[in-house]
């Protein structure tokens, strides 16, 4: 199973970004998937999450009206457009498979490598 992000980089605050992320090697289209961030010196943080069939969609509070997730499970990829981006959503992107769309457990499933958000102020 593999998991690749793309579309990460540096933008300025109030900037947006779109970022992917591609499966493979597993069943996508019947996973629970999620986006996480790390920033830096901080754990995993919790972003958004998706079921299956984008019915239910859930955000953490911190990101909730800035940033949109979806999934095209006929090409196997998630997104997450991310707009009016701030300082503080710097960080390492990792897309994952989850148990539950609104929380994120390390030590289930699949995640990607990450690709790096940098938002200046």
């Known amino acids: 199973a593999q998991l690749v992000e793309s579309g990460g980089g540096l933008v300025q605050a109030g900037g947006s970004l779109r970022l992917s992320c591609t499966a493979s090697?597993?069943?996508?289209?019947?996973?629970?998937m999620t986006w996480v961030r790390q920033a830096p010196g901080k754990g995993l943080e919790w972003v958004s999450g998706?079921?299956?069939?984008?019915?239910?969609?859930y955000y953490a509070d911190s990101v909730k009206g800035r940033f949109t997730i979806s999934r095209d499970n006929t090409k196997n990829t998630l997104y997450l457009q991310m707009d009016s981006l701030r300082p503080e959503d710097t960080a390492v992107y990792y897309c994952?498979?989850?148990?539950?769309?609104?929380?994120?457990?390390?030590?289930?499933?699949?995640r990607g490598q990450g690709t790096q958000v940098t938002v200046s102020s």
């Open positions: 998706i079921s299956p069939g984008s019915k239910n969609i």
């Open positions: 090697g597993f069943v996508y289209s019947v996973y629970v």
């Open positions: 994952a498979t989850s148990q539950s769309p609104d929380s994120y457990n390390p030590n289930y499933g699949y």
